[in-house]
């Protein structure tokens, strides 16, 4: 009984030495900065819009907390989204506006390996629009007078990670309307590419 105490002892030792010496190696918390593209469309309920998708891009700061394979990520973004829109009489439309946007997000990592990851995840997203602009017809415009401002969206996505470097390829979708009179929706691809500082 003795002999198996001291083993169990032993074991639950090195567990603990290798436990210390691999966080020693590699923090747990990451702080890096990120940029991109994004295309972004909105949905809308009304017969005489149809959205497409508008070219745009992003940058910002990003936060992970490595738990094992699984992982916590935050991040703070600037937008610059565009999508235009076909109307019905035969015109277009283009609106763009900016965003601040703060995704956190939960991912695992499907392959881990000391210099390698391969991750999938999914999360929530905060959006505070601002100066948004829209030109097209005045009707149109009256329609995106009463811009939400604020808009909770859900993402998800995959990943890669080599050394300090981390590319994500993600699609994230609104949940709220951005012109309530419309109904429209803010429904984006975005391939961010940033890289950890720590």
């Given amino acids: 009984m003795k002999q198996h105490f001291l083993s169990l002892s032993a074991l639950l030792l090195c567990i603990t030495c290798s436990v210390d010496i691999q966080a020693q190696q590699t923090p747990a918390f990451h ?45 703070a973004l600037f937008n610059k989204r565009k999508t235009s829109y076909d109307i019905k009489d035969g015109s277009s439309a283009k609106l763009t506006w900016n965003a601040i946007d703060i995704p956190v997000v939960i991912g695992y990592k499907v392959v881990k390996a000391d210099e390698f990851n391969v991750r999938v995840f999914a999360g929530g997203v905060y959006s505070y629009a601002f100066n948004n602009k829209i030109s097209t017809s005045h009707a149109i415009q009256e329609g995106f007078i009463k811009f939400d401002k604020s808009n909770i969206g859900i993402t998800g996505g995959v990943g890669v990670d080599y050394k300090n470097f981390t590319v994500d390829l993600r699609y994230e979708t609104g949940l709220s309307n951005i012109s309530k009179d419309f109904k429209s929706k803010p429904h984006s691809f975005s391939l961010g590419i940033g890289y950890f500082l720590f």
């Fill in 31 to 75: 702080i890096g900065v990120k940029g991109g593209t994004s295309f972004t469309k909105t949905s809308t309920e009304s017969s005489l819009l149809e959205g497409k998708y508008g070219f745009g891009y992003q940058a910002g700061v990003m936060t992970r907390m490595d738990i094992g394979r699984l992982y916590v990520q935050g991040e």
